[in-house]
């Protein structure tokens, strides 16, 4: 399989970026409380290549970002040549299959340590603290064995506690529930700094019964090479650069919060999870991987995972699926299509709707003429293909985000931006021929 993530380990990742002068280095040491996240921002307005900070406050770590932040990497690593990354997911991984992990009989050499080893990154002005941003969170479903990987935000409290947010349709909430029905503590690993292929099935949003660890087998090819956890019954990949053991206590909630989530706000103090910390270990020379929260990294990612869930059910009942984008929001999406008969769009804008119930606040189906990842695009397509008022319209009192106390995201909005079904021909973009591959640099 030609992906680009079939490397052994991030560290092999971050030298491949280097190489194709992809990484840039931070020699000047940065200061873990604000800093960090605010030369990261900078860095990222820039341009989408990884970043590298070599001295951190309050740790011997160097600290990685970005790695993630550029949809053409992400299409790279799963080798989506065409930059339909949704398709070749598809194509890579059409559920229920990859090989099983391979658990090694001696794993990788681990240094132990302590949370507070690890660097202390403080992203946002009025977060409660350090906050853990880009750990996948391993756990097995209690009753069939089946892994999860998921992502959620892990606030410091001490060495031995950290407190998590786990959503109310999150799968591993689901884990943790039948963990606390027979009142036991729910078994779970964090990894940090994971090969891409474990970070891209974390990402990807796959029903409750699918294992996420054999989607990503199906993206790197072969087994994944498995090292048995010190303190839990787990095994994680070998390849990971740090991991902290631990358990979910059940029928236990203490304060979370403040955070800057995605949304652009602050998340308020709230009762969640409690992660009782059992070791912390890495590998020699073990790099850190921080996500700044609503950066290209996280929202480009998070775009993939929603649209890759949103394709699939697409797929599955319409024809003329294209592709599709949660862009330039996660809670907007875009739909591509190749239109099959008259009111095919509405069709696709009520499915779409229906794929995921937390996000497609606002769902837009264009043809397959438009860049789904251009906003001025899309809009231009409605404004210029038909009627504003009979293409678009409201679907009231609809719930929506799970976390929405005051229904500030209920309600749906639906555009229809495609041409007429019988006047297509009517409505050719105009070009001008070679324009699109002129070399510039034998004029001016």
Same mark, same amino acid.
């Given at each position: 399989?030609?992906?680009?993530?079939?490397?052994?380990?991030?560290?092999?990742?971050?030298?491949?970026?280097?190489? /194709?002068?992809?990484?840039?280095?931070?020699?000047?040491?940065?200061?873990?409380?604000?800093?960090?996240?605010?030369?990261?921002?900078?860095?990222?307005?820039?341009?989408?290549?990884?970043?590298?900070?070599?001295?951190?406050?309050?740790?011997?770590?160097?600290?990685?970002?970005?790695?993630?932040?550029?949809? /053409?990497?992400?299409?790279?690593?799963?080798?989506?040549?065409?930059?339909?990354?949704?398709?070749?997911?598809?194509?890579?991984?059409?559920?229920?299959?990859?090989?099983?992990?391979?658990?090694?009989k001696e794993g990788r050499p681990r240094i132990s340590g302590s949370l507070s080893d690890l660097p202390q990154i403080t992203y946002f002005e009025k977060d409660g603290?350090?906050?853990?941003?880009?750990?996948?969170?391993?756990?097995?479903?209690?009753?069939?064995?089946?892994?999860?990987?998921?992502?959620?935000?892990?606030?410091?409290?001490?060495?031995?506690?950290?407190?998590?947010?786990?959503?109310?349709?999150?799968?591993?909430?689901?884990?943790?529930?039948?963990?606390?029905?027979?009142?036991?503590?729910?078994?779970?690993?964090?990894?940090?700094?994971?090969?891409?292929?474990?970070?891209? =099935?974390?990402?990807?949003?796959?029903?409750?019964?699918?294992?996420?660890?054999? =989607? =990503?087998?199906?993206?790197?090819?072969?087994?994944?090479?498995?090292?048995?956890?010190?303190?839990?019954?787990?095994?994680?990949?070998?390849?990971?650069?740090?991991?902290?053991?631990?358990?979910? *206590?059940?029928?236990?909630?203490?304060?979370?919060g403040p955070f800057g989530e995605f949304m652009g706000y602050y998340v308020p103090v709230g009762n969640n999870a409690v992660f009782e910390v059992l070791d912390v270990?890495?590998?020699?020379?073990?790099?850190?991987?921080?996500?700044?929260?609503?950066?290209?990294?996280?929202?480009?990612?998070?775009?993939?995972?929603?649209?890759?869930?949103?394709?699939?059910?697409?797929?599955?009942?319409?024809?003329?699926?294209?592709?599709?984008?949660?862009?330039?929001?996660?809670?907007?999406?875009?739909?591509?299509?190749?239109?099959? #008969?008259?009111?095919?769009?509405?069709?696709?804008?009520?499915?779409?709707?229906?794929?995921?119930?937390? #996000?497609?606040?606002?769902?837009?189906?264009?043809?397959?003429?438009?860049?789904?990842?251009? *906003?001025?695009?899309?809009?231009?397509? #409605?404004?210029?293909?038909?009627?504003?008022?009979?293409?678009?319209?409201?679907?009231?009192?609809?719930?929506?985000?799970?976390? !929405?106390?005051?229904?500030?995201?209920?309600?749906?909005?639906?555009?229809?931006?495609?041409?007429?079904?019988?006047?297509?021909?009517?409505?050719?973009?105009? /070009?001008?021929?070679?324009?699109?591959?002129? !070399?510039?640099?034998?004029?001016?």
């Open positions: 399989m030609d992906t680009w993530s079939q490397t052994n380990s991030m560290r092999d990742y971050i030298s491949k970026l280097r190489e /194709r002068g992809e990484l840039t280095i931070v020699d000047t040491p940065v200061n873990s409380k604000f800093e960090l996240a605010a030369v990261t921002q900078r860095l990222q307005e820039q341009s989408d290549n990884a970043i590298l900070f070599r001295h951190v406050s309050g740790t011997k770590m160097p600290v990685v970002t970005n790695i993630y932040g550029s949809r /053409r990497r992400l299409c790279e690593m799963i080798g989506a040549s065409d930059n339909n990354f949704c398709r070749r997911w598809m194509e890579i991984y059409p559920g229920e299959r990859g090989d099983k992990p391979l658990v090694e603290g350090p906050y853990i941003t880009s750990a996948l969170y391993l756990a097995r479903n209690p009753q069939n064995k089946v892994a999860n990987l998921s992502f959620h935000r892990s606030q410091y409290i001490s060495d031995g506690e950290l407190r998590v947010r786990l959503g109310t349709t999150h799968d591993l909430t689901q884990y943790q529930k039948l963990a606390e029905a027979d009142g036991h503590p729910l078994p779970a690993a964090l990894l940090i700094g994971t090969s891409p292929e474990i970070f891209i =099935a974390a990402c990807a949003s796959l029903p409750i019964d699918e294992d996420e660890l054999a =989607a =990503a087998a199906a993206i790197s090819g072969k087994p994944l090479p498995m090292q048995k956890c010190r303190t839990i019954d787990l095994e994680y990949p070998s390849s990971t650069e740090i991991v902290v053991e631990g358990q979910f *206590l059940p029928n236990v909630q203490r304060p979370e270990h890495w590998c020699e020379g073990a790099l850190f991987h921080s996500i700044n929260c609503g950066s290209p990294e996280d929202m480009h990612a998070l775009d993939f995972a929603i649209a890759t869930r949103i394709y699939r059910n697409l797929v599955e009942k319409l024809p003329g699926i294209m592709n599709v984008a949660c862009y330039p929001n996660l809670m907007n999406t875009v739909v591509q299509v190749k239109q099959q #008969y008259e009111g095919h769009a509405r069709h696709v804008l009520l499915t779409a709707m229906a794929a995921h119930l937390d #996000y497609s606040k606002c769902c837009m189906v264009v043809d397959e003429d438009v860049d789904i990842y251009s *906003l001025d695009d899309v809009m231009w397509a #409605y404004l210029t293909r038909g009627r504003a008022d009979t293409r678009a319209f409201i679907l009231n009192d609809m719930p929506g985000f799970y976390r !929405d106390p005051h229904k500030d995201h209920w309600g749906r909005l639906a555009i229809d931006a495609t041409k007429p079904f019988d006047r297509q021909q009517e409505f050719e973009r105009k /070009r001008i021929p070679g324009a699109d591959s002129l !070399d510039l640099s034998k004029y001016v």
